[in-house]
């Protein structure tokens, strides 16, 4: 039998002498701490090295146990970082509500924060103008955040929104709708597209993922109740740890009418 993990990985001892595989016991033994809350999410595995000396096996087994862990969500590898517990929550985020991140997250009773990575004013880009109707010249106030969930990172958005509605950038501290609203021009309506796409090594860093890991990229143009462009965002959601939720509805077809009188 091998040696028990030290008290910074409380884990079950494996049995050499049982059928099952040492690396699918360890799985089990991660899982099982997990489980019960020995173990929580973003908490740091010890190396593989220190991993197989605590447990008297190969850094192979112990390789192999992490690699099925991570693909079963339990664990994720941070570039730069090492193996961490995976977050132990999963959002789902319904598509037909308009609402911001801060009021997402206090509805499920989690704290949110924001990381400011820059903002800025200046003229609209080409790009901008187009999907916020402006004129040539016209203004706009840009504002780049990381969004964070008790204390986790969850999305990398960067807003873009004409001047006329949001004259200085540093006001947004925590809900760009809040502020918004503040300045009487809350959205009222938007139109979303979103995609699936691999993170850069940059934006994994940011969310603490590794590079390429899959992720949900949504754009996002709002409209005050007068139809005017208010808010062009676009987001990416970490995919391991977000799902979007649509309702439809399922239309009747017309009934066919008999030819029999």
């Not at 173990?39 to 146990?65: C, F, W």
Request: avoid cysteine; aromatic fraction near 6%; glycine fraction near 6%.
């Amino acid at each position: 039998m091998t040696e028990q993990a030290s008290e910074s990985l409380p884990l079950i001892p494996l049995d050499e002498a049982n059928p099952t595989p040492l690396y699918l016991q360890l799985q089990q033994s991660i899982e099982d701490a997990v489980r019960k809350g020995a173990i929580k999410a973003d908490d740091a595995l010890p190396g593989e090295r220190d991993l197989a000396k605590q447990l008297g096996i190969s850094r192979v087994t112990v390789r192999k146990a992490i690699t099925g862990l991570v693909k079963k969500g339990v664990l994720v590898q941070r570039w730069g970082s090492g193996t961490f517990i995976a977050p132990q929550m999963r959002l789902e985020q319904p598509l037909s509500r308009l609402s911001s991140f801060t009021d997402d997250m206090s509805a499920r009773g989690l704290p949110s924060s924001a990381v400011l990575l820059s903002r800025s004013i200046g003229p609209a880009s080409p790009n901008e103008l187009m999907v916020l109707g402006l004129s040539p010249g016209d203004m706009v106030s840009r504002v780049n955040r990381l969004r964070l969930a008790n204390g986790i990172p969850m999305a990398i958005e960067h807003a873009v929104v004409p001047s006329r509605f949001l004259p200085d950038p540093s006001l947004v501290k925590q809900s760009l709708y809040a502020v918004l609203h503040e300045q009487g021009f809350m959205p009222s309506r938007a139109l979303q597209r979103l995609h699936a796409v691999l993170l850069s090594e940059e934006q994994a860093a940011l969310l603490q993922v590794p590079p390429e890991s899959p992720a949900l990229y949504i754009e996002r143009r709002s409209f005050t109740g007068t139809g005017e462009a208010v808010e062009f965002t676009s987001s990416y959601y970490r995919g391991d740890a977000y799902d979007f939720v649509a309702e439809l509805t399922i239309s009747q077809p017309d009934r066919m009418q008999s030819d029999d009188v």
